[in-house]
């Protein structure tokens, strides 16, 4: 049997094309189940992990229609509930528990960057680089339509069902590339009900995954506060790190200096199959700039298959990350070392 959750197949229009990128089939369809979408009347959002038919299809809360978006919070809740139970927050391989991650030898990272000015339309996009060398192996771009409502703390419900696809593509197409991590934009069980995108990505997968967030989420007691700012402050160099205990008294993450030049913090989580401790040292063995490899090249290739569908102008990128980095696109509209803090998302997207 495959992972949990992987379901009948849907449309994503705009596949990426050359060598070792994902392609659909004719005809194809989104893998996925029904949590209603809270856009068209009659329709449904497919999103793995939730059975067909399980509810009716609610329209967009309105006038005279306002317990719709109450309705889809409701189901959303119940299938979020029956995936944590699913999540193993500890160390499941043998690469894991090695000092050195011997064994580990194919790294993913996923990202979905959006159209500047549009909230709907966007770009998933799956990178595997190899490790330790960290040399891209493999990309799929995608243009995807996330037609699911955006409601802070179940970010997953947008934008996870396109980063499954792309791993299905993966597995269908070069199964010997299929990462045996993924590096996630966003968090993990530092989470408003511990399970972010990082567990959902990576219960419906069935691969490990790490959360990596640029902004500290506010959840449990955890503020950015002036206690919070000088525990950053006291980060001298690359790899330090102090944790996230939440009121509860939880240990929700870690707050990492991934880079020795960098002035913020990373926020790493467990999302799935992987302790966090290795997730963090992982996170720390991928950084060549303050984001890691593969969350940071799946970044910048969807965005630069933006500015190729749409024919968006986008400036170029800096002489020193050219040359520090060849495998990547010739337009960057980041660049350096520190990367921004995905302007184009809701200010909660990492949740």
């Known amino acids: 049997m495959g992972p949990p959750g992987l379901g009948p197949e849907g449309t994503s229009p705009g596949w990426g094309s050359g060598p070792r990128r994902g392609r659909p089939r004719a005809g194809g369809r989104d893998r996925g189940t029904g949590v209603p979408e809270a856009g068209l009347p009659g329709k449904r959002v497919v999103t793995p992990g939730v059975p067909q038919g399980r509810a009716s299809s609610p329209r967009r809360p309105g006038p005279g229609r306002a317990g719709s978006g109450v309705r889809w919070t409701c189901v959303a809740l119940r299938e979020q509930a029956r995936l944590k139970a699913l999540v193993v927050d500890g160390d499941t391989e043998a690469w894991q528990r090695d000092a050195a991650f011997s064994g580990l ?15 709907v339309r966007a770009c998933a996009s799956l990178v595997v680089l190899s490790y330790p060398e960290l040399e891209v192996v493999y990309e799929d771009c995608c243009m995807v339509s996330l037609t699911a409502p955006y409601v802070s703390g179940f970010l997953a419900f947008r934008e996870v069902p396109f980063l499954v696809d792309a791993v299905r593509r993966l597995r269908e197409k070069e199964p010997c590339l299929v990462p045996q991590v993924l590096l996630v934009d966003g968090n993990g069980v530092l989470h408003h009900r511990g399970f972010g ?47 996230l205990v939440g009121g509860s008294g939880t240990v929700l ?26 997730a963090v040292r992982l996170t720390r063995g991928c950084c060549r700039f303050r984001i890691p490899e593969p969350v940071r090249q ?11 569908t749409l024919g968006a102008p ?25 990367e921004p803090e995905g302007e184009d998302r809701p200010p909660e997207a990492h949740s």
């Not at 959840?219 to 700012?229: I, R, T």
């Open 197 to 243: 995108v990082a567990c959902h990505l990576g219960v419906l997968t069935d691969l490990p995954c790490v959360g990596v967030a640029k902004k500290l989420l506010q959840v449990d007691g955890l503020e950015n506060d002036a206690q919070h700012k000088e525990k950053i402050r006291l980060l001298q160099a690359g790899g330090d790190s102090f944790p």
């Open 105 to 119: 030898r194919r790294v993913g990272g996923v990202d979905v960057s959006f159209v500047k000015g549009d909230s």
């Open 314 to 338: 986008g400036p170029p990128a800096p002489a020193q990350e050219r040359s520090q980095k060849a495998q990547g696109p010739k337009v960057c509209p980041k660049g350096g070392s520190e």
């Open 253 to 278: 993450g870690m707050a990492l200096k991934s880079h020795d030049h960098s002035s913020k913090p990373l926020y790493v989580s467990v999302g799935h199959k992987i302790s966090l401790e290795a």
């Open 298 to 308: 799946a970044d910048i290739r969807s965005r630069d298959y933006i500015r190729r």
